[in-house]
């Protein structure tokens, strides 16, 4: 039930992309995608919904594929600052309901 | 606007006793959640809450761990009697019911020794 997430660790320089997927064996709402630095909180990148479209913000997008369940994080050109651990939360019902979080694939940035 | 607030923010205890964990969740959020994280595990659903109400406590490990929300604006995550296993980080998160997205508040690092 726990989705999972691949790669487990990426480590990049500055500038090259990045894609992290999440896949579910169960029918999905939603997928939501968190951002995690060391110590911190979970923080919200984005969701994509079923039947919605392909998201993003700035130089990070994601994309929902319904019919393998599965959903893509691209980051490109990336930055320091996108260092972290990259979580996908994974609901089967409509908004509100709780996430079942894959285990995170830590993507570490160097310059 | 505040976020989530938890406290403490550490916590250390020796086995055997009681740790009581505090969240306040963001003013107008609904649902509440209560999250462990370990490295090994990751981030597992303990319990969540709609409008007060537990809705899924099904992660919760055992009837060691409890959980309250007496009203919209405070809930606990009760641990008794507490063992070394129990040692992780422990994330509360809100949301308002018909919005997708969850808020966490800074968690709190529990050891147990």
């Known amino acids: 039930q726990q989705p999972v997430q691949s790669p487990q660790a990426v480590i990049l320089r500055e500038g090259e992309d990045a894609v992290i997927n999440c896949s579910s064996s169960?029918?999905?709402?939603?997928v939501h995608w968190y951002r995690q630095k060391h110590g911190e909180a979970p923080v919200f990148l984005m969701i994509l919904l079923k039947g919605g479209e392909q998201k993003g913000h700035d130089k990070i997008s994601a994309s929902f594929n319904e019919k393998k369940q599965q959903s893509s994080l691209y980051l490109t050109a990336s930055q320091l600052s996108y260092s972290g651990t990259y979580f996908c939360g994974t609901s089967a019902n409509q908004a509100g309901t709780a996430l079942i979080f894959g285990k995170g694939t830590t993507l570490s940035v160097s310059s | 606007d505040a976020g989530v607030i938890q406290s403490p923010r550490h916590e250390v205890t020796e086995m055997g006793q009681e740790v009581t964990l505090r969240c306040k969740p963001i003013s107008g959020h609904n649902s509440l959640f209560w999250y462990r994280q370990t490295m090994m595990r990751g981030l597992e659903l303990l319990i969540y809450f709609n409008n007060n109400v537990p809705i899924d406590d099904s992660g919760m490990p055992e009837d060691r761990f409890s959980a309250k929300m007496p009203n919209a604006s405070f809930s606990t995550l009760k641990i008794q009697p507490s063992e070394p296993r129990d040692s992780a980080v422990y994330f509360c998160?809100?949301?308002?019911?018909?919005?997708?997205?969850?808020?966490f508040g800074p968690g709190t690092r529990l050891t147990v020794l």
């Open positions: 169960k029918a999905l709402y939603s």
């Open positions: 998160a809100s949301l308002r019911i018909g919005t997708d997205t969850q808020y």
